[in-house]
């Protein structure tokens, strides 16, 4: 059942779509042909500026003007570009979002915000950074920032191709048009200013090793675990760069979470006993460190650039490990379902019988993706820590 993946059909051309800045932009139209979308389900199974305040918890101990706030990358800083694409991995549906204000699945992978909501929200910009193609969104929400992100996407380009989602190329294309937007809105003056200024996540990867590395054959039949983290980190520095290029300043790269202790990776790895599956946590370590590396160098090479790499694998490490000691009880499954393997149209509404009924006791909402209690403890650390370095 969990067998190597086909050789894909023809993909969903990105080209096709009509990529939107809102004002009744129609949204990415729907594709009935979904057989490779299904098979990764399988492997799977301003004007306004805001004003970071030292009080805002965790915050640096001066005032710093941040207009806007950017995320690209995959589902953990996605909320809701996938609504429209012709993916099986979205989640704008019952029981995702069922504690978010208005309890309405928009299409984040949680049970509520997000770690780019909550960046946003510590930066005094707004509490939620919205999809770039949500279909409503307004001059202001564009001019404070929104992401671009889609999920289950990743470094490698083929993760992408896999699930029928937006890689990190079509991402920038979108940051691209948008620059245009926000260019004949406001000028050339305030759109450079807002570009240099705002705060940019980049938050992926961790599809490329749990589904397009060790989920399918494609990749090992060319590359062995060093190589493939170095074609990863070849693509993030490519990334890197032409965000640089395109006026971005203040960027902060996320690095691998231990991968191998989802749920889903227990589950499907783990043997009888569901442990951490130690392959896929060796291979997070071993990108991470080369990851760390090339940002380094990059600082070197890029004028004025803040890049920050920061460690999210040894916090979440720290909490799966001793749930307790962070105010969680379960941390090797999730609330969805039995916990072990839900993740999108598996964690469903019909769910709701075996759904646990207090998710702020868990450390995942799904077999993939952390609870909004997780992300709200992982965000305070991260910035608390690296907060300084974007300034």
């Not at 640096?60 to 012709?86: E, Q």
């Not at 915000?113 to 409503?136: H, I, T, W």
């Not at 006791?361 to 209690?373: M, N, Q």
């Amino acid at each position: 059942m969990f067998g190597p993946l086909l050789p894909p059909p023809r993909l969903l051309s990105m080209s096709s779509i009509q990529f939107g800045f809102g004002f009744g932009s129609p949204r990415p139209p729907s594709d009935r042909s979904l057989s490779l979308a299904a098979l990764w389900a399988v492997v799977l199974l301003s004007p306004l500026r805001g004003t970071a305040r030292a009080a805002a918890s965790g915050a640096p101990p001066h005032t710093a003007m941040v207009p806007a706030v950017f995320a690209f990358g995959d589902s953990i800083v996605d909320p809701g570009n996938n609504n429209g694409l012709a993916t099986v991995a979205k989640c704008n549906f019952s029981p995702y979002g069922r504690d978010l204000d208005l309890g309405v699945p928009i299409g984040r992978f949680s049970n509520g915000r997000v770690p780019s909501d909550m960046l946003a929200e510590k930066l005094g910009v707004k509490k939620f950074l919205p999809a770039y193609l949500d279909p409503n969104l307004e001059l202001q929400d564009l001019l404070t920032g929104v992401s671009f992100a889609s999920g289950a996407n990743g470094y490698d380009p083929l993760s992408a191709e896999l699930a029928l989602v937006l890689s990190l190329s079509d991402q920038l294309d979108l940051y691209t048009d948008y620059m245009e937007t926000v260019r004949s809105e406001v000028g050339e003056e305030r759109a450079s200013a807002i570009a240099s200024e705002s705060i940019y996540i980049l938050c992926t990867g961790a599809n490329d090793i749990t589904n397009t590395y060790f989920g399918t054959l494609l990749r090992r039949f060319e590359y062995d675990v060093s190589s493939y983290a170095d074609l990863l980190v070849g693509s993030a520095s490519s990334f890197l760069r032409e965000l640089y290029g395109l006026g971005a300043r203040r960027i902060m790269v996320l690095s691998l979470p231990p991968i191998g202790c989802l749920p889903s990776q227990r589950t499907l790895h783990g043997g009888p006993e569901r442990d951490c599956f130690n392959s896929a946590d060796e291979a997070a370590v071993l990108f991470n460190s080369k990851l760390c590396a090339e940002i380094d160098s990059l600082k070197e090479d890029l004028p004025g650039a803040r890049l920050v790499y920061m460690d999210i694998y040894y916090p979440l490490l720290a909490i799966i490990q001793d749930p307790a000691r962070f105010g969680f009880e379960v941390s090797t499954k999730g609330c969805c379902g039995t916990g072990n393997i839900e993740v999108s149209y598996l964690c469903n509404r019909l769910d709701h019988p075996e759904m646990c009924d207090d998710d702020t006791k868990y450390v995942f909402w799904d077999s993939f993706h952390p609870t909004e209690a997780t992300y709200r403890t992982l965000t305070d650390q991260l910035y608390s820590k690296y907060g300084r370095e974007l300034f």
